[in-house]
């Protein structure tokens, strides 16, 4: 009896652990083939969707509701470093400013314009080393590439070739006059200063003695001065063409080669005589560095500030010496004229009208410097007394 009910009891354990495990292989088999379902539909939704992603150049629309539904942020997302502050474009410029073409009135608005429009001004206090040798130059070039960004570089100092010595280049600006006129502004200038009185020169000039402080005019151009004379009288130009030592001797090789280099590097090349366009299409081009410009060049808060003082001892050089320097300065007029085609066709492309200069503007040579050097004098005090 004893026996009977052992084994009756041996059945029943060997039939329940049966039973328990058909269930567990069954279980087992339901669960893996939905597993190998999944992982199918799985990688078959990635594929698809790695397929639309490079055929449509995005990622497809399932993929980002997918991210939408599981949340926007992702690990990477958290815990990745903050993006740097974006950069206007262009954030690196080079206002390699020829000597007396309104280079002073242009650096007094960008030290009021950086304040308020949060760009880095580096303005050069170096005016007379406008030629480097290759050394300088590469130095000048790495100085320059570090200033932090966006920027604004400038210096009396001919066109610097970034791209020869494989560093990333500026955008270049620059803005030009009439030949003649900005060769009577520096004689005069050098020789009795100008609206900060005439004390002036002597700082500048300081080696200068009386009888060439004082000579006239005519007698320096007529009777050939070095002063008055080629090479010297080939002064923009090699802003434009560089630093080769041809660049320095009035040739048709230097005028090409200045031709070349604005129509390759420089963003806008202005004439003086324009000055309002000139701000105008630089607060378009370069609105960073240069927005509200015109407003503040035209603003009458600050012009009352100034003080009309014109540049002591001015000559109007005669008609005679006018034709010498005329004819003296052929490359220089060839290259100011190309310079004012460029700077109408730009004009034009803006939408701005470009057409002959009413009688006002057609003013005397004596009356465009003081107007000049007033705009100057109120530009400095607004530059000490903003608003």
Sequence with gaps: MAKHIGNNCHKSYIRGKNRRGNWLAVILLRVSRRDFGLCLTTLLVFCLGSVLWQLNGGPPQLLLHVRYYFGQSTFLDDHVPLAPRALPFPSKVVYNRVGKCGSRTIVLLLRILAERNKFTLISSDIHNKTRLSK?????????ISTVPQPFLYTRHVHFLNFTRFRIDEPV?????????????????????GDWRGEENHVVRTPGMKDDERYLDINTCILESYPECSNPRLFYIIPYFCGQHPQCREPSLWALQKAKENVLEHYL???VLEELEDVLLLLERLLPHFFSDVLN??????????????GTVHKQTPSLKSLQVLYQSMKYEYDFYNFIKAQFHLT????????????PRQHASLHRREQLEEQSETVLENWAEHPR
């Design 135 to 143: 050394h300088e130059q590469v130095d000048l070039m790495i100085n």
């Design 172 to 192: 270049y600006i620059n803005i030009v006059r009439d030949p003649i006129n900005r060769f009577l502004s520096n004689y005069f200038f050098r020789r009795f």
């Design 268 to 270: 806008l090349v202005g």
């Design 296 to 309: 503040i060049y035209k603003s009458p808060e600050y012009r009352k500030l100034g003080n009309m003082t």
């Design 347 to 358: 004009k034009w492309k803006f939408g701005l009208r470009t057409g002959p200069r009413s």
